[in-house]
T-cell receptor
Framework: GAGVSQSPSNKVTEKGKDVELRCDPI?????LYWYRQSLGQGLEFLIY????????KSGLPSDRFSAERTGGSVSTLTIQRTQQEDSAVYLC?????????????FGPGTRLLVL | LAKTTQPISMDSYEGQEVNITCSHN???????ITWYQQFPSQGPRFIIQ???TKVTNEVASLFIPADRKSSTLSLPRVSLSDTAVYYC?????????????FGSGTRLSIRP
């Protein structure tokens, strides 16, 4: 079956513009995660959705970052007024139900470059 | 938070067995130990997961001592295609997804 997909694969934008990044999780997965990875670094947790529960937004670095998950499936990560330090790879992952012992399945990421 | 410590880099040769050890001294009772592999320009890919003792699948083995304060990923007979970054994670996504920390990983280089 299809894995996690993300779009666009690459995004170049100018400082101050808003961007939207999309994630399509594996069908049937109720848990969805967003991470950010700077060049040569590990993954930084951003936000976690589980079913109809309130999302865990504890990793969002500023109020310029927000995310939605519509209909319990597709998620959009929005970055407003982008800054150069927002340049990174944004990775999305999903898991079955977000329960103990589960593993995460990652998409290929969106490479964001802010000029 | 269960922080992990692993070597920054390792080198080996094709056909050798590679063991990467991860330290996680403050692992919690509900935490699982999971290893991911990441190639350039790709998202991390699940390799193996365990809670205690030894786990083996078709690509790797995971050794976890009784105190669970460390774990060792074992890759048998590596090939050039095993060159990647390997991340050790400790946590429980069922209760604290935000607390699962991906460190900087171990950059494994396999030479012919």
């Amino acid at each position: 079956g299809a894995g996690v997909s993300q779009s666009p694969s690459n995004k170049v934008t100018e400082k101050g513009k808003d961007v939207e990044l999309r994630c399509d999780p594996i069908s049937g997965h109720t848990a969805l995660y967003w991470y950010r990875q700077s060049l040569g670094q590990g993954l930084e947790f951003l936000i976690y959705f589980q079913g109809n529960s309130a999302p865990d937004k504890s990793g969002l670095p500023s109020d310029r970052f927000s995310a939605e998950r519509t209909g319990g499936s597709v998620s959009t990560l929005t970055i407003q007024r982008t800054q150069q330090e927002d340049s990174a790879v944004y990775l999305c992952a999903s898991s079955g139900a977000g329960t103990t012992g589960e593993t995460q399945y990652f998409g290929p990421g969106t490479r964001l470059l802010v000029l | 938070l269960a922080k992990t410590t692993q070597p920054i880099s390792m080198d080996s040769y094709e056909g050798q067995e590679v063991n990467i050890t991860c330290s996680h001294n403050n692992i919690a009772t509900n935490d699982y130990i999971t290893w991911y592999q990441q190639f350039p320009s790709q998202g991390p890919r699940f390799i193996i997961q365990g809670y205690k003792t030894k786990v083996t699948n078709e690509v790797a083995s995971l050794f976890i001592p009784a105190d669970r304060k460390s774990s060792t990923l074992s890759l048998p007979r590596v090939s050039l295609s095993d060159t990647a970054v390997y991340y050790c994670l400790v946590g429980d996504i069922g209760s604290s997804a935000s607390k699962i920390i991906f460190g900087s990983g171990t950059r494994l280089s396999i030479r012919p």
